[in-house]
């Protein structure tokens, strides 16, 4: 029943931009923290960010911090990732999550139950 279509990912050079978006569907979107993750070629999956319910908390792997900004839009049940900066090194399969339910104030990978299928972000020259 949990739907989660991420898209917008491409081929963009370093440097450049890409804004991801996740559409959600068959929960409450609203009453759920949100994340991003993302799986390199040959790795396992690595945390990017996470936002909570109302959208004014976020958190970032120190890795994208400054570059990366997820924001949500309730209405719509609409997760985004804007990615500036992007460096050859942010090429992923990115997806969205969703946590637990009545799991809050969240850290790792056991926090969420759903992934999407992901979208392909590749930058290279």
């Known amino acids: 029943q949990v739907q989660l279509v991420e898209s917008g990912g491409g081929l963009v050079q370093p440097g450049g931009s890409l804004r991801l978006s996740c559409a959600a569907s068959?929960?409450?979107?609203?009453?759920?923290?949100m994340y991003w993750v993302r799986q390199a070629p040959g790795k396992g999956l690595e945390w990017v960010s996470t936002?909570?319910?109302?959208?004014?908390?976020?958190y970032y792997a120190g890795s994208v911090k400054g570059r990366f900004t997820i924001s949500r839009d309730n209405a719509k049940n609409t997760l985004y990732l804007q990615m500036d900066s992007l460096k050859s090194e942010d090429t992923a399969v990115y997806h969205c999550?969703?946590?637990?339910?009545?799991?809050?104030?969240?850290?790792?990978?056991?926090?969420?139950?759903?992934w999407g299928q992901g979208t392909q972000v590749t930058v290279s020259s």
């Open positions: 936002i909570n319910t109302g959208g004014d908390s976020t």
């Open positions: 999550a969703k946590a637990k339910r009545g799991y809050y104030y969240c850290s790792g990978y056991g926090c969420y139950d759903y």
């Open positions: 068959g929960f409450t979107f609203s009453s759920y923290w």
